[in-house]
C-alpha cells in the first residue's frame, strides 16, 4: 500500500462528489433552479413597478450575490446529504489520511458547482435585466472566483457540522449567511463597481477584505475540520 | 515477534456524567478473532469506536498492530477495517466504483483489480454496474464487508453486522466471515447474537457497565455460559 498524500487525497474526494454529481445533478441541479427562479421573481417585480427606475447596475450586484448565496445554502446542504445517507463522512474521518484533506476537497468540490452555477447565472442575470458589463468579464471572473471561495471555504465547514448533528438546509442558511455577510458586501460592492464601469481600483479596500476573510475561513476550517468529524 | 493487533490497558471513557469505558484491558494477537458481548449500553460500540480510532479515550494506552495512534495515527488507521450497521457506501456509485474508490483512499495499488478480486470473493461480481442504494441490505451488507477489506486490514472491527439481515442473508454473510482475510486477520465482532458470536471467535469477553466481567474461550465455551454472564440477574434466578 502507498501513502496517500495530501492533495492527491484531496483530489480523489472532490472527484468522487464530482462524480456522484454527474450522476445524479442533485446539488447543481437544486441550486441552479433555486437561482433562476429568483431572478425571475426580482426581473418579474422589477419589470411593473417603481423599481424600474433604478439603473440595472444597481439592481443586478444585488440580485445575483443573493441568488448565488442562498443557492449554495441548497448545494452545500445536498452535497452533505449524501454522505449523511450512508454515513460515509465517518468512514472518509477513518481513512489513513489527513484530515484536512477530507475538507480540501470538499471544498473543490463545491467551489467548481458553485463556478458552474455562476457561468449559467451571469449570463442570465444580464439578460433579464439587460445590464451592461462593457468588457470587465475578467474582472468580473476575479471578483466571483474571490468571494466564492470564502463562502465555500466556510460553507463546507458549516456543511460538515450541520451534516454531523442531522440537520438540513435551515441550520446551514442561519449559520451560513450570517457570517459570509462581510464576503457578501465585498461582492455587492466590487460587482456594481463593473457594472458601473468605474473597475476594481475604487474598491480595492473591499477586495482585501474578501480574500482577508477567505483565507481566514479557509485557514480556520482546515484546523477545525478534524474535530467536527470527531465522533 | 510479531506485534498484537490490539494492545489496550486501562481504557476509560466518559459522556457526561456517564462511564461508558471503566478501565478496559484487552490483548487480542494476531489471527485471533473475538466476540463481544453485552447488552445495550454496556459499551460495545463506544469500545468499537475506540478500537476503531474514531473516539479518544479519556484515559489508558492503545497500540494497534504495534502502532500507538497517538504518534502514528494514519499508520495505524491503515491496519483497520470498518463494518457496521451503516453501509459506509455511496448510494449513487456503482458497486464496483465505492470499491475503487476505497482503495483509491487506502493507497492500493492496484484498485480496479483489487475492486475486482473482491466482487469476485463476495459473489457480487453480477452486481458491479449497480448502484449501491438499490442493492438489496443483503448484498449491501456483503458490499461493506468487501470495502472494509479492500486495503487487506490487520483488525477487522464488526458492530453488529447481522442487523437488519434476514436468515438467508445472515448466512450468507457469515460464510464471508469465516473465510474473509488470511491467517494473519483479527477481527473484533460486537453481538448480541451469542451463537454466532461464538461460531465465528476464538475468544469472546462479555461487557457490562463499561467493564470486562467475562472471557473464555469460544470453542469450549456452553452458549449458556456467556447468556448468565450477559444477563447476570436472569442467570442467579
Known sequence: ?231 | MTAPAIAATGLTRRFGQIRALRGVDLRLERGRRLALFGANGAGKTTLLRILGLGLAPDAGSLAIDGLDPRKDAQAARSRIGWLAHASLLYADLTARQNLEFWSRLYGVEDPAARAGQLLEEMQLTAYAEEPAGILSRGLSQRLSLARAMVHEPALLLLDEPFTGLDPYAADGLRARLKTTGGADTSFVLATHRIDDGLALSDQWIVLTRGKIVAAGSSPETDPQTVADAFFPARGAA
Do not use: H
Open chain 1, 1 to 231: 500500500m502507498k501513502t496517500v498524500g495530501f492533495w492527491r487525497a484531496a483530489w480523489l474526494v472532490a472527484r468522487k462528489d464530482l462524480q456522484l454529481e454527474w450522476r445524479t445533478f442533485d446539488a447543481l441541479a437544486a441550486s441552479v433552479v433555486f437561482a433562476v427562479v429568483v431572478l425571475l421573481v426580482f426581473q418579474f417585480a422589477v419589470g411593473g413597478g417603481p423599481a424600474r427606475q433604478l439603473s440595472a447596475d444597481a439592481l443586478v450586484p444585488g440580485v445575483l450575490w443573493l441568488a448565488i448565496s442562498f443557492s449554495s445554502v441548497v448545494g452545500i446542504a445536498r452535497s452533505m446529504d449524501v454522505e449523511r445517507r450512508g454515513d460515509t463522512l465517518a468512514g472518509l474521518f477513518r481513512a489513513p489520511i489527513d484530515r484536512g484533506a477530507i475538507y480540501a476537497g470538499k471544498l473543490i468540490a463545491n467551489a467548481v458547482r458553485i463556478a458552474l452555477l455562476e457561468v449559467i447565472l451571469v449570463p442570465l442575470a444580464i439578460v433579464f435585466f439587460n445590464a451592461s458589463l462593457g468588457g470587465a468579464w475578467l474582472e468580473l471572473i476575479f471578483v466571483l472566483a474571490l468571494c466564492s471561495f470564502g463562502l465555500c471555504a466556510l460553507g463546507t465547514l458549516f456543511g460538515a457540522i450541520v451534516s454531523r448533528v442531522g440537520r438540513g438546509e435551515a441550520l446551514l442558511s442561519t449559520l451560513l449567511l450570517p457570517a459570509s455577510t462581510p464576503l457578501l458586501l465585498a461582492g455587492v460592492t466590487a460587482t456594481g463597481a463593473l457594472f458601473r464601469g468605474d473597475g476594481l481600483a475604487s474598491v480595492s479596500r473591499w477586495l482585501g477584505m474578501a480574500a482577508g476573510f477567505g483565507l481566514l475561513y479557509f485557514f480556520v476550517a482546515l484546523a477545525t475540520f478534524e474535530y467536527v468529524l470527531e465522533e
